[in-house]
């Protein structure tokens, strides 16, 4: 069993920058696929990025030049740097792994079989 827990979310104005981190416990299988999510209510939970075991990235196009993607293996850790962030960003962020090395095969977020809790990104106008 993998278990994702998610930290650094928080409030901060447009233009500004954050960084969330996600610690991985357990099986986790190392140099699989991950990626982060976001969701907003009433909204489909949307790929952000996705991260394969060979460290090829695949980002959404709304955050293109803005987010970067990056693991610490030794530490178990996946990271998201957020800059220029802007209102539409905001949404609760969720890390999650796929039991597949590379992303091709995890193209929906159906695919990920594990998934942290969350953490809440607000960013204001």
């Known amino acids: 069993q993998v278990q994702l827990v998610e930290s650094g979310g928080g409030s901060v104005q447009a233009g500004g920058s954050l960084r969330l981190s996600c610690v991985a416990s357990?099986?986790?299988?190392?140099?699989?696929?991950a990626g982060w999510f976001r969701q907003v209510p009433g909204k489909e939970r949307e790929g952000v990025v996705r991260i394969s075991g060979d460290g090829t990235t695949t980002y959404a196009d709304s955050v293109k030049g803005r987010f970067t993607i990056s693991r610490d293996s030794a530490k178990n850790t996946l990271y998201l740097q957020m800059d220029a962030l802007k209102p539409e960003d905001t949404a609760r962020y969720y890390c999650a792994a796929a039991g597949f090395k590379s992303c091709r095969y995890a193209p929906r977020p159906s695919d990920f079989a594990h998934w942290g809790q969350g953490t809440q990104v607000t960013v204001s106008s």
């Open positions: 357990g099986n986790t299988g190392r140099g699989y696929c």
